[in-house]
């Protein structure tokens, strides 16, 4: 059983596939699992680290709008402080109008300056307001529910930071802000200024929500001042406290902790400037969930490539043996004989040695007498080829000393020389022999110088147009295929009276053939002259195989022996046709099929 063909090809190609598959998938795996993991770690800090990053930014541009309203002194000599404790102060109604516009001044030139805040307020406890952005409520009816003026009333004028879900006095706009709040007046702490940023612009909370049951929590003076989570409230309630202790004991910024019931990465970034952490925690199934994904989808794309390849490979072992055992029966039945003939059985395979026996007995048969009559018929094919070449030459040097021998005679000696040095290319091209085949673009120059001496014979009487498509230039053909043809239009179509004779050699080309078509103007083909012309050609052609040595007859040596040599060189794939033009003279066109 094993010695097989198709066994040992099979377990052959399904160890080198399992050895290749375990070779290149396991490093594979290995590096995307570990790019992928760092990729994933690295993106989430750098989430926790441009957060904590925009805080301090903000945080710092608060601390210098604070400043400009004790720095910031107009003509009056008074700053914007001034201006707030006359509001309280001052029963001038004038002063207080003059100190309202001033301390609106100010905030449009600070909204001006720093642009990417949502809003800046001023205001006291005596309800004084100003903002940079409409309000619908009041300090105390904003206050009413939520009391987040008190971290800034006992913070002794140092910034206080506070994330609300929603504008406290705008509760028409849902939109999340993150408020920095100091009290102006650190004795009498009446009047504060808050600015206010959306929550969206630091925090980037489209990407920490694109996870799933994540803790997000930011940290101010080991207070939760914003959370945000996919999990369960009642497990981030549980964690909130557990995560505040990191903090404090921990100066990682990225660790999985090991926990009773789960393992979660955590990723913290504290600031130096401000007492501030970040805090990001994921479960270690989450976070490495795209790794899983990957492994389990590599393995089912390994386990189904290699199912394949296994129903894949029985079939081609199948196909590759049967031929075989085919051989072996098409080999028994040929008398071929060759002592050469002995095919390797490295593996000792049953399938080999049958078809070596089976050449071995074909050798003793009938090889030399099939070698001898395939080299015959091949030698004298090719002889015949050959002579049709050369019966051509005769029939136009002929044509051409008569031409010679009447400029001799007139003594046209710049003519007769023109003519002698055309002559000699044209018979040099014609009795060269080392290739009886050319290119079409050949054949055609040397047809036009012919019709070029032809012309000098017949002057006027003689015009011509040849046109060769540019995709036919490197068609192969028999040698002096064209020439017989255009000398056959010049000997049999000039018309007795003195119109030209005009002849037309166009090729064309298609997506399925080629055409040369030689066409004249001159008297045409008689009836019966034509269908003995086509029926000399199909004989004459038809009797290569059972008379390869017949003879042609003067007249149809031309086109006859043209149609016979494009027939032997070109065999099914020509055709030609012979016909009379609708109003004066015949054509001749040659059919060739494209062969891709």
């Known amino acids: 059983m094993l010695k097989s063909l198709q066994a040992k090809l099979f377990i052959t190609y ?48 608060f601390n210098m709008i604070s400043t400009q309203f004790y720095m910031s002194y107009d003509n009056t000599g008074h700053n914007m402080i001034d201006y707030l404790k006359n509001l309280t102060s001052s029963n001038n109604e004038l002063e207080e109008f003059y100190s309202r516009q001033s301390i609106d001044r100010f905030l449009l030139l600070m909204n001006s300056i720093y642009q990417n805040y949502y809003r800046i307020s001023v205001f006291n406890e005596s309800g004084e307001q100003f903002s940079t952005k409409p309000v619908q409520l009041t300090l105390a009816q904003s206050i009413l529910h939520d009391n987040w003026l008190s971290p800034a009333r006992s913070a002794e004028g140092a910034a206080v930071i506070r994330f609300d879900s929603g504008d406290h006095w705008m509760p028409s706009n849902n939109v999340s802000t993150v408020s920095f709040t100091r009290a102006l007046d650190s004795i009498n702490q009446s009047s504060y200024i808050e600015v206010q940023i959306e929550a969206a612009n630091i925090v980037g ?32 309630a549980n964690d909130i406290i557990r995560y505040r202790n990191f903090i404090q004991e921990s ?43 990957f492994r389990n989808v590599a393995l089912l794309t390994i386990f189904v490539v290699l199912f394949f390849s296994v129903i894949l490979f029985l079939i081609l072992s199948k196909a590759l043996t049967s031929p075989l055992t085919k051989l072996k029966k098409v080999i028994d039945s040929i008398d071929l004989e060759d002592n050469k003939l002995e095919i390797e059985n490295k593996y000792k395979m049953n399938e080999i040695e049958r078809i070596n026996r089976s050449f071995r007995r074909m050798n003793e048969r009938l090889h030399h007498s099939l070698e001898e009559t395939i080299h015959f018929r091949t030698m004298q094919l090719q002889s015949h080829f050959n002579s049709l070449q050369s019966q051509i030459n005769p029939h136009f040097l002929f044509n051409m000393l008569g031409v010679i021998q009447a400029l001799s005679r007139n003594k046209q000696t710049e003519q ?25 673009d050949k054949e055609a120059a040397y047809t036009t110088k012919y019709l070029e001496l032809m012309k000098s014979r017949y002057l006027h009487r003689l015009h011509y147009d040849i046109q060769i498509d540019d995709a036919l230039a490197n068609l192969l053909l028999p040698k002096l295929t064209l020439q017989p043809l255009v000398e056959n239009c010049i000997q049999h179509g000039f018309p007795d009276d003195d119109r030209p004779l005009i002849i037309k050699l166009h090729a064309t080309v298609d997506s399925q053939e080629w055409r040369i078509t030689i066409c004249d103007n001159g008297v045409g083909w008689t009836l019966d002259n034509l269908n003995r012309c086509k029926t000399e050609i199909e004989n004459y052609i038809s009797g290569l195989d059972t008379e390869p040595n017949a003879q042609l007859t003067f007249g149809g040596m031309g086109l006859i022996s043209t149609m016979a040599r ?3 060189f070109a065999k099914e794939s020509f055709t030609y046709e012979l016909k009379n033009n609708p109003d004066h003279g015949s054509s001749v066109i040659l059919i060739g099929k494209i062969i891709n």
């Open 205 to 236: 909370l489209y990407k920490v929500s694109q996870l799933t049951d994540y803790h997000f929590l930011i940290v101010a003076h080991d207070e939760v001042i914003w959370t945000s989570s996919s999990a369960p409230d009642h497990l981030l």
């Open 566 to 568: 494009m027939k032997l």
């Open 14 to 61: 399904m160890l080198i596939l399992i050895l290749l598959g375990v070779g290149v998938a396991i490093p594979i795996y290995t590096y995307l699992e570990n790019n992928i993991e760092d990729n994933i770690t690295s993106n989430l800090n750098e989430i926790i680290t441009n957060i904590t990053g925009n805080l301090e930014d903000y945080s710092t541009e």
């Open 416 to 440: 007769l020389t023109y003519i002698c040095s055309n002559l000699a290319d044209f018979l040099r091209y014609s009795i060269e022999t080392r290739s009886a085949i050319v290119m079409l």
């Open 251 to 293: 100066s990682k910024q990225s660790f999985v902790h090991q926990t009773t019931d789960r393992n979660e990465h955590l990723f913290m970034q504290s600031s130096d400037r401000m007492d501030l952490s970040v805090v990001l925690a994921i479960p270690e199934n989450k976070l490495l969930g795209p790794i899983k994904l």
